[in-house]
Nanobody
Framework: VQLQASGGGVVQAGESLLLSCAAS????????MGWFRQAPGKEREIVAS????????YYSDSVKGRFIISRDNAKKVVYLQMNSLKPEDTAVYYC???????????????????WGQGTLVTVSS
């Protein structure tokens, strides 16, 4: 049972990246999912989250209008399309599953029941 994030890399400011989070050994159908990030020396923070059927989506103010979260339950994958990247977006990005099926969209660390391993995104100026 795990979440596997991929798609990180090194890009220049203004460029785009697509992160993917693939689930193995579990279904995502009934769970809200989220992307978090942790920059060096900083706490882990929410980036975006999405309800189980994509009806409710949340973005942090720092990425609103630039990032898009989506999911494909049949493929058991959650995506994070990151556009107009800035150096301050540099961080390790983690995908995560809500702690409960009754939690519509996770927004805090305490809302998470399962973490994936991170993928590093580095944005150069």
């Amino acid at each position: 049972v795990q979440l596997q994030a991929s798609g990180g890399g090194v890009v220049q400011a203004g460029e785009s990246l697509l992160l993917s989070c693939a689930a193995s050994g579990l279904s995502l159908n009934n769970w809200g999912m989220g992307w978090f990030r942790q920059a060096p020396g900083k706490e882990r923070e929410i980036v975006a989250s999405i309800s189980r059927r994509s009806g409710t989506i949340y973005y942090s103010d720092s990425v609103k209008g630039r990032f898009i979260i989506s999911r494909d339950n049949a493929k058991k994958v959650v995506y994070l399309q990151m556009n107009s990247l800035k150096p301050e977006d540099t961080a390790v990005y983690y995908c995560a599953r809500a702690i409960s099926t009754t939690l519509i969209v996770p927004r805090n660390l305490a809302d998470i029941g399962l973490w994936g391993q991170g993928t590093l995104v580095t944005v150069s100026s």
